[in-house]
C-alpha cells in the first residue's frame, strides 16, 4: 500500500481519538479485560480480512523466526498497553487517560534512538519534551 507515511500517521491519530472515545462508552457497564478482548477479536478478524482480500498472505519463507520474535513481542506489548488503556479508561475521563497514552511518542522518541540508532536532533528532544509538558498539563 503506497502513499505519502504523514496520512497514515494522521488517519491513525483521528482513530486513536475515536477509539478512546468509543471505548470509554464501551467499557462503561462491562470488565475492562472483557472489553479488551471484544475489541481484540475485533482488531484480528479485520488485519485477517484486509490481508486475504488483498491476498497479502506471505510465502512462509518470509515468516522468519526473528520476524516472529519481534512480531510476538510487539503483539505483548499491545496487548499489555490495551489492557492498561482500558482499565485506565474504566477508572478514570478519557480526556486525562488519553493524554497521558500519548507519551507514548516520546518513549518512542527515546527507544528509537537507544536500539534503533535513530538520531535524537533538537527538534526531537523540543516536541518530545513539550509533548510531555502538554500530557501533563492536560492529565493534572
Do not use: Q
Amino acid at each position: 500500500m503506497g502513499g505519502d507515511w504523514r496520512i497514515f500517521a494522521l488517519g491513525s491519530a483521528v482513530f486513536a481519538a475515536l477509539t478512546a472515545v468509543f471505548a470509554k462508552v464501551g467499557v462503561s457497564d462491562i470488565d475492562s479485560d472483557l472489553a479488551t478482548a471484544i475489541r481484540t477479536a475485533i482488531v484480528l478478524l479485520l488485519a485477517l480480512a484486509i490481508v486475504v482480500l488483498r491476498h497479502e498472505w506471505p510465502p512462509a519463507a518470509r515468516l522468519t523466526p526473528r520476524t516472529l520474535l519481534f512480531l510476538a513481542l510487539s503483539g505483548l506489548a499491545t496487548g499489555a498497553s490495551w489492557l492498561c488503556y482500558f482499565k485506565a479508561l474504566k477508572l478514570g475521563p478519557a480526556s486525562r487517560v488519553a493524554p497521558i497514552d500519548k507519551l507514548s511518542v516520546v518513549f518512542v522518541v527515546l527507544l528509537a534512538a537507544l536500539f534503533l540508532g535513530e538520531r535524537l536532533t533538537w527538534r526531537a528532544a523540543l516536541g518530545s519534551s513539550l509533548i510531555a509538558l502538554g500530557a501533563i498539563l492536560l492529565a493534572v
